[in-house]
């Protein structure tokens, strides 16, 4: 009994400090964000390292999903002869949900890692010290355009992946199995709605950049200064961002496309 | 090397009163620090003479990183006042913590060079960060420094091209960038051979004289640390073992100074981690 109520004291006084934590890094993190849109070349060179690096893997990932979309929304659309609606189902698809929600896990594993563990050897090697002790603020210099840059390039990156999937799948329905080329598009253009589907999609990938790159950010800025700190926080960003993701997208999908609003 | 106006350190000219040192410019009063529950500075007080090259030095994990940590601001003591200058340090927060810094420098262990700036980057990094001056004359300031330290040649290389005496230079000619009053060294001296050794030994010393620095050195060599000291202090059990000149410290009948200054791996501090006897560990399942 003794030893229960030592664990559970101990596991709150961790959740406190966790929570301590957090907050210490979202204040100055966010006028550190308010700062740095005079500097907006910093934030131009995050959002290469982490948008434009991450493109391949989308590309590639989203073509493939596209491609996958496209072989088994015609083999079950075939059946009940609605094949022609293919090209709608696919783009309905993307942009509401697998656009968001599968750009968001690669980018969490992709960017999300790269971010916490490059802050986390940052902090190992004494590098956020030394600009500290230089009177630099590294929330500004350092947390604040990493931030703008997952805020900016999720977005981007979910529609290219939408884009290349809608692509890949038009491939698999009309390339392979001779769906008419202008019963897909025609089907996608009078079904997707740009603030229903679209918009809300953006919206998504926003709000997940958001919580992908604070999650990377914060465990790199809070893992231990050594190896094995810096790769457990890597590992409890990909897992902590990616259970985050999928649960957010949940309530977020009920908000925008019926059920709790 | 070619640092101008070098002259030579009278140790005697630090002036000591029985209340203290008279021109310090860091003053430690009564200081109180620890992790959790443990505790590493008990009512530390100590002074840093204003002008000389200060070398503390005292075993690991005595503390002596965390004493530079404090004097820069970046560790906050439980109790007790630091003075940079005569400004209260441990008080300081945001624009005013920052103020006191940018009169500071400090050499980190591991150079702490920022890994994607190249040589040049790095030293024009706190001119970029705080002046507005224009690229001409960061370039010239830059190349001056990296002149002093000698590695003006190696200015377009990554840090990962630099070896540990190199990279140790660079830092050193990043932190004297923006012409601190007071430059920290965490251990200088560690991991390099014995010729980067003797050049940051003659940096650390003439550059403190040229530009009338004051500096404060923390190390475990004893030799090396000695020979630049203008005044040493002896950490160990959370206070002040000793001080004074390297010859007073020398001649220190203190069994804890003296184990230190001989390296002698069994004393005060003991060779044996504290544990249950012996006998009764081996006997035990």
Redesign the interface.
């Given at each position: 009994m003794i030893s229960f109520i030592l664990k559970l004291g101990a596991r709150t006084l961790s959740l406190v400090s966790w929570l301590g934590k957090g907050a210490l890094f979202i204040f100055p993190s966010a006028l550190g964000m308010l700062s740095v849109l005079r500097r907006p070349q910093l934030i131009v060179q995050q959002v290469y390292s982490v948008g434009v690096l991450s493109m391949m893997i989308i590309v590639v990932a989203g073509f493939f999903v596209g491609m996958v979309l496209g072989l088994q929304g015609y083999i079950q659309l075939s059946a009940i002869k609605a094949e022609a609606n293919l090209g709608l189902g696919v783009a309905l698809t993307l942009s509401r949900e697998l656009g968001p929600v599968v750009t968001a896990l690669l980018f969490a594993g992709r960017a999300g890692s790269a971010l916490t563990a490059e802050i986390g050897l940052m902090r190992a090697?004494?590098?956020i010290?030394?600009?500290?002790?230089?009177?630099?603020?590294p929330y500004v210099?350092v947390i604040a355009p990493r931030f703008w840059a997952g805020i900016i390039s999720m977005p981007l990156l979910a529609a290219l992946f939408s884009l290349v999937g809608v692509y890949g799948s038009w491939l698999v329905g009309v390339g392979q199995f001779g769906i008419d080329h202008g019963i897909f598009w025609s089907t996608m253009q009078a079904g997707v709605e740009f603030q229903e589907d679209i918009l809300n999609g953006i919206i998504k990938s926003f709000i997940f950049g958001g919580v992908i790159t604070g999650i990377a950010l914060f465990e790199g800025y809070n893992a231990r200064p050594t190896s094995d700190g810096v790769s457990r926080a890597t590992t409890r960003t990909v897992v902590n961002a990616s259970l985050s993701i999928l649960a957010l997208d949940y309530v977020l999908t009920s908000l925008m496309f019926g059920g709790l609003n | 090397m070619n640092v101008p106006n070098s002259k030579p350190v009278d140790p005697d000219a630090i002036s000591i009163s029985p209340g203290g040192i008279d021109d310090a410019v860091i003053q430690v009063d009564g200081v109180d620090f620890g992790f959790d529950r443990r505790l590493i500075f008990k009512n530390l007080s100590l002074a840093i003479p204003r002008g000389k090259v200060t070398v503390i030095m005292g075993p690991s994990g005595c503390g002596k990183s965390t004493l530079l940590g404090m004097i820069g601001g970046r560790l906050k003591p439980r109790r007790g006042k630091l003075e940079f200058d005569g400004r209260c340090i441990n008080k300081a927060r945001g624009r005013k913590l920052y103020a006191l810094r940018r009169e500071m420098g400090m050499l980190f262990q591991n150079s702490a060079l920022l890994t994607d700036l190249s040589t040049f980057e790095n030293i024009a990094f706190p001119l970029r960060e705080q002046t507005q001056l224009p690229d001409e004359i960061i370039r010239l300031l830059v190349l001056m420094k990296l002149e002093i330290v000698g590695l003006r040649g190696a200015h377009q290389l990554m840090p990962s091209e630099l070896s540990g005496g190199m990279s140790r230079r660079v830092a050193l000619a990043r932190a004297m960038v923006m012409d601190p009053k007071l430059v920290m060294y965490d251990e200088p001296f560690v991991g390099l051979d014995p010729i980067s050794m003797g050049v940051i030994v003659k940096l650390i010393r003439e550059l403190n004289d040229a530009l009338g620095l004051s500096s404060v050195v923390v190390t475990h060599d004893v030799q090396e640390g000695l020979s630049i000291a203008d005044y040493v202090y002896i950490l160990g059990n959370g206070s002040v073992l000793g001080h004074g000149t390297a010859e007073s410290i020398l001649r220190s009948e203190d069994p804890m100074v003296r184990q230190f200054i001989l390296g002698l791996p069994d004393g005060p501090v003991p060779y044996q981690y504290p544990a249950p006897p012996y006998a009764e560990d081996l006997r035990s399942d």
């Open positions: 090697t004494e590098q010290a030394a600009m500290e002790m230089m009177a630099v603020n210099r | -």
